[in-house]
């Protein structure tokens, strides 16, 4: 078969063929017989074959994407999504400083009353819960370095720390707490966003009621299952995550997502994590200040034992 040209960059002719020695730079022919589709970058010097997902020259194989899709040019501007970028193995110039991004706050748990403030913007607005005859220990162990909280022998006594308002849901408020529940019989226990969080809190079944915020709860007393309970200001609302308490180290991750209108919660660790989903509804309302406890409550004369090693949170601008 007589090689057939269409314009100056396109030809096609049988394998058996002889391929034009010239030609513009990536013109391509095609063999009509075999369905094969050839390129030159040297003026048809040379044809390297394009294969399914690459193009293999003399420089190695450059791997496509599955299309459609646009590749990337090394002077042109783009905008790119679902990348990964591992910062030790590439240079970031020009980056601005991550406070003008993100605010963010860090609190350890240490027991000793002298180092119980935070840092960031979590900076002197933590204290101690110290309800009744609770006590806090500094411990560290193969686990992590921790405050070792105990509730005493006096029946609602409440032993933990606390925070009070350093973020809103508009500002897309996170908090983050490690912590094990030590103990799980005749408890009661809470760790999240709380719009009290500067003030002891009362013992009580119902930790939100009339108050904003979004947490994880456990009352033995009522169920041995962890439960969500969140609130604007009303009466709060509950669901049961129908996984019972247990002991262990967690780490509770709950973020606000203001452009959802939306919370999202996630339990980590142990034997009884809770998978992340969506808390909606009665939240939090946008400019509600919210703070945050964690904490342990007995319920009888024994004592409830909580660690908690540390609390993260982060705000926008």
């Known amino acids: 078969m007589t090689v057939v040209q269409y314009g100056q960059g396109r030809f096609s002719g049988l394998a058996a063929d002889t391929k034009p020695a010239t030609a513009i730079a990536f013109a391509l022919f095609t063999e009509t017989d075999t369905g094969k589709v050839f ?17 293999t020259g003399t420089g190695g194989a450059l791997t496509l994407p599955a299309g459609p899709d646009t590749l990337l040019g090394r002077a042109t501007t783009d905008s790119v999504t679902g990348k990964t970028m591992n910062a030790n193995a590439n240079t970031f110039q ?12 860090d609190w350890y748990g240490r027991g000793t009353a ?17 309800v009744g005859t609770a006590t806090h220990t500094s411990t560290f162990d193969t686990t992590g370095v921790y405050d070792h909280v105990s509730t005493g022998t006096t029946a609602n006594s409440i032993g933990g720390t606390k925070g009070s308002g350093f973020s809103i849901r508009g500002l897309n408020v996170a908090f983050s707490c490690r912590f094990n529940l030590v103990q799980v019989t005749a408890s ?9 969080g500067g003030t002891n809190p009362a013992s009580s079944g119902d930790v939100l009621n009339t108050f904003g915020g979004v947490g994880l709860w456990f009352d033995s007393a009522v169920s041995a299952n ?6 604007n200001a009303g009466g ?11 002991a262990g180290i967690h780490t509770l991750n709950i973020v606000a997502v203001d452009g959802s209108t939306k919370f999202t919660f996630e339990l980590t ?11 909606t509804g009665d939240i939090p309302a946008q400019t509600t200040a919210l703070g945050y406890y964690a904490y342990v409550e007995n319920l009888t004369t024994t004592a ?11 705000s926008d601008k």
């Open 94 to 105: 020009n980056l601005k400083p991550s406070s003008i991004i993100k605010k963010t706050g």
């Open 188 to 196: 009661r226990c809470y760790v999240g966003l709380h719009s009290n």
């Open 114 to 130: 002298s180092i119980i403030n935070g840092d960031g913007i979590l900076t002197g607005i933590n204290s101690h819960i110290t």
């Open 39 to 55: 390129y030159t970058v040297n003026n048809g010097t040379a044809w390297t074959q394009i294969t399914a997902g690459s193009l």
């Open 304 to 314: 409830s034992l909580m660690d908690i090693y540390a609390v993260h949170v982060e």
């Open 236 to 246: 709060s609302n509950s669901t049961d995550t129908t996984i019972a308490a247990a």
């Open 269 to 279: 660790g142990g034997t009884d994590a809770i998978a992340l989903q969506d808390v």
């Open 226 to 231: 962890w439960k969500i309970v969140f609130n």
